[in-house]
């Protein structure tokens, strides 16, 4: 025996040559097995099928075997639908056509507009009788209701505006000096006299609606009066209830 020798200078003992390094050829996308390895030789095998989720495949499988039902019977949850889901705006829309299929586009508008005349007809009758039921909103209210009595009550000379305008307007036009003189004056002093009349009348108002209302809303109620006292008393809408000098 040699020292140091090896097991190729022992009798009897069978060397086998060194094994090089085998570099192997693959074919396909990065992460297949090579060709001659794994249980599907010759035909790689990406990581997508390796990893995939058994559960989307699952689900994808139930929903092709799922058919679209009708509407009396349950659908399945994962069944397609067979159309878009609508919108909230098409969704109340159909509702309310639903719910008015008894009812044509014609018979519906006219009835709206029979509707419309029977309000406008008891709209009419309440400003004639002054029924605070029917009468329009800016005619409601018991502050608004004084305020008419108290300019039904008074006599206004702004109510004689309209006659006194065109009895100047034609002695306007009349070619006589004098008389075209007297109705500029006489409108200066009719725009004078309305003037001042309107500003005691609104006082007044305002103070007797302080006395009686004094929790109500009391807005725009002067203006209203003095708007109604200038028209004539004959005229007036809702129709005077008091009589002149009568006390509201």
Do not use: C
Request: aromatic share 6%.
């Amino acid at each position: 025996m040699i020292p140091g020798g090896g097991a190729a200078d022992r009798p009897g003992i069978a060397v086998s040559p060194p094994r090089l390094p085998v570099l192997l050829e693959t074919s396909g996308v990065a992460g297949s097995f090579p060709p001659g390895l794994g249980s599907n030789p010759g035909h790689p095998v990406p990581l997508g099928f390796v990893f995939r989720s058994r559960a989307k495949e699952e689900k994808a499988s139930v929903a092709a075997k799922a058919t679209v039902t009708d509407s009396k019977q349950p659908r399945h949850p994962e069944a397609p639908k067979g159309r878009p889901t609508p919108k909230r705006s098409v969704a109340q829309s159909q509702r309310r056509s639903v719910a008015n299929t008894s009812m044509t586009r014609k018979e519906a508008a006219k009835r709206q507009r029979e509707e419309r005349r029977a309000a406008l007809e008891r709209q009419r009758q309440a400003l004639a009788s002054g029924d605070e039921r029917y009468l329009p909103a800016r005619d409601k209210g018991p502050v608004r209701r004084f305020a008419r009595d108290f300019v039904d009550s008074r006599f206004n000379i702004a109510e004689y505006f309209l006659p006194m305008a065109v009895v100047i307007l034609v002695m306007s036009m009349i070619q006589v000096p004098a008389l075209q003189n007297a109705s500029l004056l006489l409108w200066l002093v009719v725009i004078v006299m309305i003037v001042l009349d309107s500003i005691v009348t609104g006082f007044r108002l305002r103070k007797q609606l302080t006395e009686r209302f004094p929790d109500d809303n009391r807005r725009g109620a002067v203006a209203y009066a003095l708007m109604r006292s200038l028209q004539m008393r004959r005229l007036r809408l809702p129709k005077p209830q008091v009589k002149r000098g009568e006390r509201p």
